[in-house]
């Protein structure tokens, strides 16, 4: 430890934004790096050393340099609570001529290393994709655009899940053996006052619940297990291999981890509604207490349940309505009106908050949510707080409660840390310390060893409860895809459009070529860049949607902002919903689906902030930002600046003109009156394929392809609703409901990022995808809101593509992109999962 406290010592004596430098020396048996002034640091894997050993035996053609950031590299020591804990993240950078290009990626591809785009590195050698030798090319235009370049636009959390990676079969090798036939689950019915008659696996899934509360649970779910030592009766875990002469109690909560459309949100809601009587018994009791905490104001019999925004409440108010009648007393904790007496709080059988609402007050040291100790508190997409360093991971592990409850159908996004932050929230003993998770499950998993598996097996049948749609009988739905051929008028224009583009890249790839020193290896960083491939791509994709309705692209004329809303809305719907970026308005990590509407907004002027669903919704409600026309944090003159509830300030300023004349006004800027689009034809011509009979959605990730869509369908005197960015979430929920009704417009426009956060669409049967995605996860979760649960009839999917375009080639591209994918689930830190065989850990 001793050695462990000097290196975080002069660690810290550095600006915690510092780029940390380390020497690479071989040592015997293991790669050593040490501080500048020859400080011994730590060791690499052993899976470095060969490979490291090989390249520095070159001489001082190729060097080697491991770097990190000043900060994490303390925060991550300081929480070590003994050497071998001590694992820490570095960068390792590699130097050399382009003469050794293919042979360093030979040696480093030999051990199944593989190189990325730096995070950073030696301004002097500027990194091109032309000097990585692991550079996966795909052809494209003029076979010479890369998929690479695509995804620097986008964040290190981004890439396309659409492979199974080695983390993935691991999973699911848990899952399955995890879950038999002899699980210890009965049939629990649910309780008289719930409404909906409960399917077989939510019958299980309440089972499971109750034991996890009660503490009454089966033999093959406990952790403790019962054994004689010495002729005497003791309880050892099964994980950790503690011993304990009396028995140890286990309740107190669980993971109820089905995939999405399975039902959560009932099984909790029976759950509720059966144990109403024994938590008021149990509130009661708290109350009688000689001892209390002393930030512990009330004891109440209530559950809160925490989602991610204001359309899940208004989602739960409606499940609790359809399932439990006025068996409930419910509150909605939320917005600048919301009821805070402690009173009301604890008097309520449910309430219903957002994890913005909890964060904004806990910040401001004025929750009331923190002034009771809960009968139960439930996670609603309880991944969000998988990043236990965050602070709304602390707002909600200081709640009290009885019992603790996380839903979500994916607890584990790219790390085996996510489900460890979990356990740690429920507070599951030795678990509640992440560290001890690291310790008996991350440690072995990383070095292969099987007992990290046995392990993880027994944790998720002790804490977790997981099944898939596989075990239900749904409509499922019919795939199809059109493929289609521009007219000669959009042939030219496509054509002129692509000369336009490659002329300026290939000029652009002279100016920047010939560097003689090579950057190779780094983590991918996301930059902005004024003109690259991904908006050339860009360009040529919107034009196969839009046909000759789109003015033919100019330089000159060329509108800056309608660029970047088109860029942001691809980004956006590239990441899909396991992503996540930081909202400028509550700074928390937000899911990427869920920052759509800051992203695609629109605000005036060149605006880089994001905002959550949520900040959105609260900040419209303030006097002079209702049409939303400036962003909230950007002062502007003539603005005034107001206070937000309890949080942010933002600004006001009256909208000159309303949404809908500046929409028409841009587009006579932005389209042509007259025009022609094949893929609009052929659209509109799907859809009025039994449109009495149907129900549709028609997915596009660009607002100004739904304004196309929408010209068109007026002109055919086809009624519709539209939901995007802009639409505020009391908005669509309305939207949502009104679609769902049987005499209501039988079209709904949508945008995909929206379309895959939070929503119920089994009111849709058919759905049409107008342009190929080059992360097609996305178009699976929006196809996946209509497929669940109350679906009654069989989904009809439909997607276009047009032959000889781009969209050809992105579509032919699946395959590798796939196998590109397996490489790119990033973790936290930076990292595939598939790839943690090659992370390059230091043991301090």
């Not at 207490?289 to 002393?294: K, M």
Request: with cysteine.
């Amino acid at each position: 430890m001793e050695h462990l406290v000097e290196s975080l010592k002069k660690l810290a004596a550095s600006r915690p934004d510092d780029v940390q430098k380390f020497k690479v020396i071989p040592n015997t048996a293991h790669i050593l790096l040490t501080l500048p002034d020859e400080t011994k640091f730590g060791f690499l894997r052993d899976n470095m050393t060969k490979p490291l050993e090989s390249l520095l035996r070159k001489g001082p053609a190729i060097q080697v340099e491991a770097v990190g950031i000043t900060e994490r590299l303390c925060k991550e020591i300081g929480r070590a609570t003994k050497p071998e804990d001590a694992l820490v993240h570095v960068d390792i950078n590699i130097y050399g001529p382009q003469s050794l290009r293919d042979e360093v990626g030979a040696v480093l591809s030999g051990h199944k290393l593989w190189l990325q785009r730096p995070d950073c590195y030696r301004s002097q050698y500027p990194y091109s994709n032309q000097s990585n030798p692991h550079m996966i090319i795909f052809p494209d235009v003029h076979g010479d655009l890369v998929e690479e370049e695509i995804q620097k636009e986008i964040s290190p959390a981004s890439k396309p899940r659409t492979a199974k990676t080695k983390l993935d079969k691991f999973m699911e090798e848990v899952h399955i053996s995890a879950e038999d036939k002899e699980n210890g689950l009965e049939n629990e019915t649910g309780d008289q006052r719930l409404k909906t008659p409960l399917l077989m696996h939510q019958q299980q899934a309440l089972s499971f619940m109750l034991q996890r509360e009660s503490g009454d649970i089966p033999e093959q779910r406990r952790l403790w297990e019962k054994t004689t030592k010495n002729g005497q009766e003791m309880f050892i875990h099964r994980i950790t291999k503690t011993s304990s002469p009396v028995k140890v109690e286990e309740m107190g909560g669980g993971v109820l981890s089905d995939e999405m459309g399975m039902g959560k949100s009932l099984c909790i809601l029976a759950l509720i509604v059966q144990t109403l009587d024994a938590s008021h018994a149990w509130a009661d009791q708290r109350k009688n207490d000689e001892h209390t905490s002393s930030k512990i104001r009330r004891h109440s019999h209530s559950s809160l349940i925490i989602v991610p925004s204001a359309l899940l409440i208004n989602h739960w108010l409606k499940e609790i309505r359809d399932h439990t009648g006025d068996a409930l007393k419910t509150l909605k904790y939320h917005g600048p009106g919301r009821e805070r007496e402690l009173g009301a709080l604890e008097q309520s059988d449910v309430v219903i908050t957002t994890y913005n609402t909890l964060a904004a007050e806990a910040t401001a040291k004025k929750s009331q949510l923190h002034k009771i100790n809960w009968y139960r508190v439930v996670l609603d997409e309880g991944h969000i707080i998988r990043r236990q360093a965050t602070t709304l991971y602390r707002h909600c592990a200081d709640l009290e409660a009885r019992s603790r409850w996380c839903l979500t159908g994916t607890p584990i996004q790219n790390r085996l840390e996510d489900i460890g932050a979990l356990f740690a929230f429920l507070r599951a003993e030795p678990f509640h310390s992440i560290a001890q998770f690291r310790r008996f499950i991350c440690a072995p998993y990383e070095e292969g060893k099987p007992i990290a598996k046995e392990r993880l097996i027994l944790l998720y049948r002790s804490l977790c409860l997981r099944r898939t749609k596989d075990i239900l009988t749904l409509p499922g739905c019919d795939e199809q895809t059109r493929t289609l051929e521009l007219t000669d008028d959009e042939k030219r224009q496509y054509a002129k459009t692509t000369n336009i583009l490659d002329r300026y890249m290939r000029t652009q790839e002279h100016r920047a070529g010939g560097a003689g020193y090579g950057h190779y290896h780094s983590l991918q960083s996301w930059k902005k860049t004024q003109f690259g491939l991904f908006q050339a791509h860009l360009q040529l994709r919107i034009l196969c949607n839009h046909g000759t309705f789109q003015k033919p692209f100019s330089w000159k004329k060329r509108d800056m902002k309608d660029e970047k809303t088109a860029e942001r809305e691809a980004f956006i719907s590239e990441l899909g919903a396991g992503s996540e970026l930081l909202c400028d308005g509550c700074k928390a990590f937000r899911p990427i689906i869920g920052l759509a509407a800051g992203a695609q907004h629109n605000f005036a002027g060149d605006c880089p902030h994001s905002f959550c669903l949520e900040c959105l919704e609260d900040f419209s409600g303030l006097p002079g930002l209702e049409n939303m026309r400036t962003c909230p944090l950007c002062l502007r003159n003539g603005n005034t600046v107001v206070r937000a509830d309890d949080a942010t300030d933002v600004v006001m300023q009256d909208a000159d003109r309303t949404e809908s004349t500046d929409r028409d006004m841009h587009q006579d800027a932005y389209f042509n009156h007259v025009g022609y689009s094949t893929k609009m034809e052929a659209l509109v011509e799907d859809v009025k394929k039994d449109i009495v009979e149907s129900k549709s959605i028609i997915f596009s990730c660009w607002t100004r392809t739904l304004d196309l869509i929408a010209k068109t369908l007026r002109k055919e005197q086809i009624e519709f609703d539209r939901i995007d960015g802009k639409c505020l979430l009391s908005e669509r929920q309305r939207i949502i409901d009104r679609f769902a009704a049987k005499d209501s417009a039988p079209v709904l426009l949508m945008t995909t990022g929206t379309g895959a956060f939070g929503l119920n669409l089994t009111a849709a049967n058919r759905i049409f995808i107008v342009e190929p995605q080059w992360n097609p996860s996305v178009e699976n979760q929006a196809i996946a809101r209509a497929i669940r649960l109350r679906q009654e009839k069989k989904v009809q999917v439909t997607r276009y593509f047009i032959k000889d375009t781009i969209e050809e080639q992105m579509m032919s591209q699946q395959v590798k992109k796939r196998q590109v994918a397996s490489f790119g689930v990033v973790r936290e830190d930076g990292l595939g999962a598939a790839q943690e065989h090659q992370e390059e850990d230091a043991h301090s």
